[in-house]
């Protein structure tokens, strides 16, 4: 994999399901502030990345956004890739005349999808309007007030409106009220706090076996036990081991044959993964999160020659208060977690907690170096993917 990072953001509907990514890059060797170095840099992604890795490895079977310059517009690039698959976001330092509005027509009839970025409504980009499909607005360059004279604008146009950059779960409700059918933003991947909420009787059961399943001296006994105990819970873990995911020469028929199959530490493993997917009805893209992060940082720990189980643990022991929009302190304390595990959860403490803390930037692209530790950029970006890879393969396998 060439020397960059490649990331994604996703693109939500008004029912917080994914719609699409916005695919995401950087390297040092380029400044996407520059025109020039911008459009090799988009050149060198579709090229070495998009269609070397392939765009399923990425996003799945979901449309891929992906910011095109001027330049890559005049010369086509879009054409490389499907337009079945991709959206061709123009950025808003494309100077727009004559020639670039035929290129997006033409692009346009062959039936590609165009977005607009950080819209603004002026006469030079109005002509734009009678052929672009999506208007992407940012809501933290516009305010709120003037967001809205913009969308009454925007109404006569046969366009789908994305606001983006959305921070918090209130902007979300008043712009969809308003109008927009697609988002985009940290608010998705933050806890909506409740002040006072309490667990409800099936949130309380996966919290207990969390907190069973990771005690320090836990035996195969209370293992086996615990899980008897819990008929669902029996018939799911028995379920997902035969699944496709496994791949198991035999059919495991017992808790006990698992485990001994298994080994411990995986045993841990899978229940942490099925008593996590049973603790919320947030929509599916939120459990996605967590196993992206909770794999990512398994694969780096492996990288620093550290405990990946643990890892991984902390991992996916981060994403409690999205899962339960309830403050991460106040779930923890629920649970018998060594104290530098917890530490490194709260205040990303110790090296786990920085590579928490690195792998919570690369998902929200606020990275402030491409390389962590002595892990080289097209190892991290290597890293990224094959998480997502395996956090699709295990949801499909839940299902």
Not at 238 to 255: T, W
Not at 263 to 283: D, H, Q, V, Y
Request: proline residues 3%.
């Amino acid at each position: 994999m060439t020397d960059f990072l490649i990331g994604r953001q996703q693109i939500l509907d008004s029912n917080l399901n994914t719609f699409a990514y916005e695919i995401l890059f950087r390297g040092k060797n380029f400044d996407l502030t520059d025109n020039v170095d911008a459009t090799n840099a988009t050149n060198q992604v579709v090229t070495d990345t998009i269609l070397e890795i392939g765009l399923n490895e990425i996003v799945g079977t979901h449309k891929a956004f992906i910011n095109f310059t001027g330049q890559n517009i005049l010369d086509k690039t879009p054409l490389l890739l499907p337009k079945d698959r991709i959206v061709i976001e123009v950025l808003e330092s494309v100077h727009v005349d004559a020639v670039m509005i035929n290129s997006l027509k033409e692009l346009s009839k062959a039936g590609y999808t165009i977005a607009l970025d950080d819209f603004v409504l002026t006469d030079e980009w109005r002509p734009l309007l009678d052929f672009a499909n999506i208007i992407k607005l940012d809501i933290i360059t516009t305010s709120l007030p003037e967001t809205q004279l913009l969308i009454e604008e925007l109404k006569p146009y046969n366009v789908t409106l994305l606001a983006e950059k959305i921070e918090t779960h209130q902007e979300f409700e008043i712009l969809r009220h308003w109008g927009c059918r697609l988002f985009q933003g940290f608010f998705f991947s933050r806890p909506n706090i409740v002040e006072g909420k309490r667990l409800s009787i099936n949130q309380s059961s996966a919290i207990h076996l969390l907190s069973v399943v990771n005690k320090a001296d836990i035996r195969f006994e209370e293992i086996s036990n615990c899980i008897a105990q819990d008929a669902g819970l029996s018939y799911k873990l028995l379920h997902y081991i035969n699944s496709a995911f496994f791949s198991l020469p035999i059919e495991i028929e017992s808790i006990q044959q698992a485990i001994t199959f298994l080994g411990l530490l995986e045993m841990k493993r899978w229940i942490n993964i099925l008593a996590l997917s049973s603790l919320s009805n947030k929509p599916h893209a939120i459990l996605q999160i967590a196993m992206i992060r909770a794999k990512m940082c398994e694969l780096m720990a492996e990288q620093l020659n550290e405990d990946p189980n643990r890892y991984f643990l902390i991992g996916m022991l981060s994403c409690l208060d999205i899962i339960l929009d309830m403050p991460l302190e106040k779930v923890l304390i629920q649970l018998p977690l060594p104290k530098e595990i917890a530490e490194a959860i709260l205040h990303k403490t110790g090296k786990a907690g920085e590579t928490l803390q690195y792998t919570i930037n690369y998902e929200r692209w606020e990275l402030s170096s491409n390389q962590f530790r002595t892990i080289k950029p097209q190892i991290i970006a290597s890293i990224y993917i094959d998480s997502i890879n395996w956090a699709n393969d295990v949801l499909n396998n839940l299902n």
